[in-house]
């Protein structure tokens, strides 16, 4: 059986499943009441210490649809690997302190066809923004698959045709991985970072990677929700000197709910 192994736990978040889980219920608490329509939500994916509490207060919104979803298609940037197109790893599960994740290993069979996707089990290997998104999804949801898409030298047009067929029904969740900008002073991030959050929120499918790491991924599923007529709703927005670090170099994080309209 091809297991990926955790390559983030103990330094990204915590090792102990039981300190894991722990923390994760503190953040995540009783979740919402009424089923929201949820198809995707935009998270970041930085440690836990910075990014972490960002991100649980938009996954704790699919608690109440934990008997619906049974799939999740996960995208994020590739942070160590430069290749043309989207790449998908040939392990049958992703492992994390608090058990294996299936892969959809039919779907990835499937896209492996397309020619922009191809498998790489070496650009999975250490990636983080990924890996850090399932234990809120193992913690919020009940049993899903996973497709696990790391994007690199691809447009966002490429990505949204490939998410359009397989981003159907509301038994898939989208999970896009994505933090703001990196690096700049408090005052300075909080201004691009404001100016980012208002291009996302008028469907404004221009985002660049110094506006936010997984500005592709971002950029496709803008596609596809103003398409589809979606809604979205901004959760949190802070800066990693709102949570953990110092002020003078900053790295933004944003979280949003996209929901089918009432």
């Known amino acids: 059986m091809n297991i990926r192994p955790p390559a983030v736990a103990g330094s990204f978040y915590d090792k102990s499943p039981e300190n894991l889980q722990s923390q994760l219920s503190h953040w995540l608490g009783a979740g919402a009441g009424q089923p929201e329509n949820i198809r ?4 970041p994916h930085a440690g836990y210490i910075y990014s972490g509490k960002v991100a649980a207060d938009a996954y704790r919104h699919l608690k109440s649809q934990a008997a619906t979803i049974n799939k999740v298609i996960l995208v994020g940037p590739s942070h160590r690997y430069y290749f043309k197109g989207c790449a998908l790893p040939t392990a049958h599960y992703f492992s994390t302190p608090l058990g294996d994740v299936p892969i959809d290993t039919q ?9 922009d996707i191809h498998l790489s089990d070496e650009a999975h290997a250490f990636e983080h923004c990924l890996e850090v998104q399932l ?13 696990p898409l790391l994007t690199s030298d691809v447009s966002p ?3 949204a045709r490939i998410l359009d067929t397989i981003w159907q029904g509301d038994q898939t969740l989208l999970v896009i991985s994505s933090d703001l900008s990196h690096y700049h002073p408090y005052a300075q991030a909080q201004q691009i970072d ?3 959050c208002d291009l996302i929120e008028h469907y404004r499918a221009s985002l660049n990677p110094e506006q936010a790491c997984g500005s592709t991924g971002i950029n496709a599923l803008l596609q596809l929700a103003k398409q589809r007529h979606y809604q979205l709703t901004r959760i949190t927005q802070k800066n990693s000197g709102d949570t953990a670090g110092d002020k003078e170099r900053v790295v933004g994080y ?7 309209t009432q």
């Open 135 to 147: 234990p809120f999804l193992q913690t919020c949801l009940s049993n899903f698959s996973l497709l």
């Open 157 to 159: 047009t490429v990505v």
């Open 107 to 115: 779907c990835v069979e499937k896209l492996s066809e397309i020619a």
């Open 254 to 260: 944003v979280s949003y709910l996209v929901s089918e």
């Open 40 to 43: 995707a939500v935009i998270v």
């Open 194 to 196: 404001s100016k980012t």
